[in-house]
């Protein structure tokens, strides 16, 4: 049985990852405000840096695709 619990406080609940994900969200909002965003993708970090919200380094792309490590 998974320990959500766990997972989130010894991963998901860490200062880095809360800061991550918070981009990530920032990301989103800013992606789908310029007309990027389509509905049953995600938002793909050009560089692999969930940091860097630029709009060049932002695009759409299938869900399977940006959650493989092959992108």
């Known amino acids: 049985m998974r320990n959500y619990r766990s997972e989130y406080d ?8 809360i800061a991550r994900r918070s981009k990530r969200n920032t990301a989103r909002r800013k992606a789908v ?7 049953g993708k995600d938002v793909h970090h050009k560089d ?3 940091l860097n919200n630029s709009i060049r380094n ?5 869900k399977s695709r940006n959650r493989s490590r092959r992108v």
């Open 58 to 62: 932002l695009a759409a792309i299938s």
């Open 48 to 50: 692999g840096n969930p």
């Open 33 to 39: 405000k310029n007309g990027y965003a389509v509905k």
């Open 10 to 17: 010894n991963y998901q609940g860490k200062p880095e990852q």
